[in-house]
Nanobody, 116 residues
Framework: QVQLVESGGGLVQAGGSLRLSCVIS????????MRWYRQAPGKERELVAA???????TYAEALKGRFTISRDNANNKVYLQINSLKPEDTAVYYC??????????WGQGTQVTVSS
């Protein structure tokens, strides 16, 4: 099993920045993809960014430029840096891990609220 714990969310004014963290523990040897998703009130969960075991990153087209995903393999962490926050970024942000046999693991989420 894999456990994911997110942190770093909070209330921030528009234009500010946040860095979300995801700590990974458990059976990590089979993980090959880490992703951040978000879910705004009344909306479906959407993919924000992904990073594979080789360090290649991908982003949702509409979010390119303000979001940066990175990983610290030595400390089993994945980060999401969000700059120039907008009220529409308000959502619960979830860390996701996918294994080589396509199992998905989720964290409990961290709330990001952006005030205008």
């Amino acid at each position: 099993q894999v456990q994911l714990v997110e942190s770093g969310g909070g209330l921030v004014q528009a234009g500010g920045s946040l860095r979300l963290s995801c700590v990974i523990s458990g059976s990590m040897f089979s993980l090959n993809l880490m992703r951040w998703y978000r879910q705004a009130p009344g909306k479906e969960r959407e993919l924000v960014a992904a990073i594979n075991s080789g360090g290649t990153t991908t982003y949702a087209e509409a979010l390119k430029g303000r979001f940066t995903i990175s990983r610290d393999n030595a400390n089993n962490k994945v980060y999401l840096q969000i700059n120039s926050l907008k009220p529409e970024d308000t959502a619960v942000y979830y860390c996701n891990a996918r294994s080589t046999n396509l199992m998905n693991f989720w964290g409990q989420g961290t709330q990001v609220t952006v005030s205008s």
